[in-house]
């Protein structure tokens, strides 16, 4: 079966740090991965996602880096960090086979960032 | 995108089932309904998925309208730990994004 990492699960950051979380996924090839945010009370919101190694495509402009470094890791970054980038972080995976229509996305426990 | 309305919150006795019901008047014919739910401080959990026939699986039942305008999850015997936000979306099929809304915040009563 597969199953999708995340790490850390908590981190707490000063303003103007560097930033890095990681996802893996196990017990599957070539899989679509995406980085997404979700602030507060609100939904989730697409910030990268990549289709194979070394393909990252960008969602919104921010100061947030995406990387590809192997098949089945992807990381976010960033050189410093804003105050507005506090929230839960999820990486999420899904087939590559898929339709674009049926599409199933799979999430993983998240990252809770706080930047003070 | 094709915009789902869902209630704000719902209250379900332990035991009993759950009917989450979902509006989905804008749906285009080759767009898949899609079901997730959130416990808190979680990640998103996949639930089921459908186009016009009606599917079960372990978790839940999705009964979808013949117009394909409205659905319902249903959960058929609740637990507490059925308690979450759940998330009715319809995938687009326009960029690579599930686009979550508010959802329904499911409190599963003991």
């Known amino acids: 079966s597969q199953t999708i990492h995340q790490w850390p699960a908590t981190l707490v950051q000063p303003v103007g740090s560097p930033l890095s979380l990681e996802c893996t996924v196990e017990g599957t090839s070539n899989p679509n991965l995406y980085w997404y945010r979700q602030a507060a009370g609100r939904g989730l919101q697409l910030l990268f996602y990549?289709?194979?190694?070394?393909?990252i495509s960008s969602e919104v402009p921010q100061n947030l880096s995406a990387s590809r470094p192997q098949d089945r890791q992807f990381i976010l970054s960033s050189k410093k960090l804003l105050l507005s980038d506090s929230g839960f972080y999820l990486c999420?995976?899904?087939?590559?086979?898929?339709?674009?229509?049926?599409?199933?996305?799979?999430f993983g426990p998240g990252t809770r960032l706080l930047v003070l | 995108d094709a915009k789902t309305t869902q209630p704000t919150s719902m209250d379900c006795a332990e035991g009993r089932a759950a009917n989450l019901p979902c509006n989905h008047s804008?749906?285009?014919?080759?767009?898949?309904v899609y079901w997730y739910r959130q416990i808190h401080s979680q990640g998103p959990q996949y639930i089921i998925h459908g186009l016009k026939n009606n599917e079960t699986n372990e978790m839940a039942s999705l009964i979808i309208t013949e117009d394909r305008k409205s659905s319902t999850l249903i959960l058929p015997h609740a637990t507490l730990r059925d308690t979450a936000v759940y998330y009715c979306?319809?995938?687009?099929?326009?960029?690579?994004?599930?686009?979550f809304g508010p959802g329904t915040r499911l409190s599963v009563l003991p």
């Open positions: 979306i319809v995938r687009t099929g326009y960029g690579q994004n599930f686009v």
């Open positions: 999420a995976w899904s087939r590559s086979i898929d339709s674009l229509y049926q599409e199933t996305q799979y």
């Open positions: 990549s289709v194979g190694i070394g393909q």
């Open positions: 804008t749906i285009s014919g080759n767009e898949y």
